[in-house]
């Protein structure tokens, strides 16, 4: 399930290593709640001059963040790292707004997700008006729409080749579509309530999903053959999924204000529920749990930040409007962002820089770095 490439979790000790975030002086705004963020992957040019996705930084410490809202747009945002940070509430409160550098309209309706090609081409959304839309992330034009949902499409995301996108909907069904023509190529009769978050393995051979009915579910992509059923204790609702980035685990968000990281592996862990095929035969542990935001009521995302192979972290919204960073091996909350005036529901790590960007039913997003550091 892991690919050659894949980067690793590290362990790291929690203590004395925690990076110091705190906001910059620029935020972006929406009509509406902000439901998603996604920042852009750092790409190269190869031989034949196209992009393909990397894990060097941006130059110059810029970063382009996309954001979806309930006011059926996505805004993408450019990012500048190296400006100074603001520690109080009163300068968070003079700070300024950011002019986007493009607007994509077409949705009729919200936007739940945004996610962005791994080439950094091309931007997908899915919305309340029960179908995806495929844009030029440079014209901000759309390329393809695709359809074939019968209620609201929730979450989406891309395959490492760019090739294929996953979506889930609240029809209960998992559909996977071909970028290129738009056609719908695979339905998976996934779950028994809406379907909250979607995610391909980073060599893209399996795709996890979660639902409302408690149930976190790994796929074959090629064959679509459930792989591994999961479920906590209680069976609570799931808000969110995503593959851990060396392809190994998957880290559900469940709306008891909990995250769990599930070994998929099959490996045993240390502590934590079962985890079960579809026959019923135990085949590992919920591997770590981490608490102390809260989550009961809305799908609020999750990210790894792994910039730092020092200091690598799971970040999480959270209803009470703050930001939790969690130590990924201690579980200990490392730091909590006091961002934002109502809930948290959009989280988003850069890949290759210490960024943060988080977005909320207050209608802001907000960008979050380490203090920049001065030699005397």
């Known amino acids: 399930m892991t690919s050659a490439d894949a980067m690793e979790i590290a362990p790291t000790d929690g203590e004395g290593s925690s990076p110091e975030y705190a906001a910059l002086p620029v935020y972006g705004e929406h009509k509406r709640a902000v439901s998603s963020v996604s920042f852009a992957p750092p790409t190269t040019q190869n031989n034949n001059g196209s992009s393909v996705s990397s894990n060097n930084a941006p130059p110059g410490g810029l970063a382009t963040c996309a954001s979806a809202s309930a006011d059926g747009t996505v ?101 996977l579509f071909d970028v290129r023509c738009g056609e719908c190529v695979m339905t998976l009769p996934a779950h028994s309530d809406p379907v909250t978050g979607v995610d391909f393995s980073p060599d893209g051979t399996c795709i996890c999903s979660g639902s409302y009915d408690g149930l976190i579910r790994v796929w074959d992509t090629a064959t679509g053959e459930c792989l591994k059923t999961i479920y906590a204790e209680g069976n609570p609702a799931v808000g969110n999924v995503s593959f851990a980035p060396n392809g190994r685990y998957v880290l559900g968000g469940t709306l008891d204000s909990k995250l769990r990281l599930w070994d998929v592996t099959g490996r045993v862990g240390v502590e934590g529920e079962n985890v079960t095929n579809e026959s019923g035969q135990r085949t590992g542990k919920c591997s770590k749990t981490y608490t102390g935001h809260m989550n009961n009521k809305f799908c609020v995302f999750s990210a790894f930040s792994i910039a730092n192979r020092n200091r690598q972290s799971i970040v999480s919204g959270s209803e009470d409007g703050k930001v939790y960073i969690y130590d990924l091996q201690s579980r200990k909350i490392r730091q909590t962002l006091d961002s934002h005036s109502q809930a948290v529901l959009a989280i988003d790590a850069h890949r290759s820089l210490e960024l943060i960007g988080s977005g909320g039913i207050d209608k802001t997003v907000r960008f979050w770095a380490p203090p920049v550091t001065t030699s005397s």
């Open 75 to 175: 805004k993408i945002w450019q990012v500048d790292t190296t400006i100074g940070r603001t520690d109080t509430a009163a300068d968070m409160k003079s700070s300024t707004p950011l002019t986007p550098r493009s607007h994509l309209q077409g949705h009729t309706r919200g936007i739940n997700d945004v996610c962005w090609s791994p080439t950094g081409e091309y931007l997908a959304t899915a919305s309340d008006d029960k179908s995806l839309r495929l844009y030029d992330a440079v014209k901000g034009e759309t390329f393809v729409e695709f359809k074939g949902h019968q209620n609201f499409v929730f979450c989406c995301k891309f395959n490492p080749q760019s090739n294929l996108l996953v979506s889930g909907s609240y029809d209960e069904t998992v559909k």
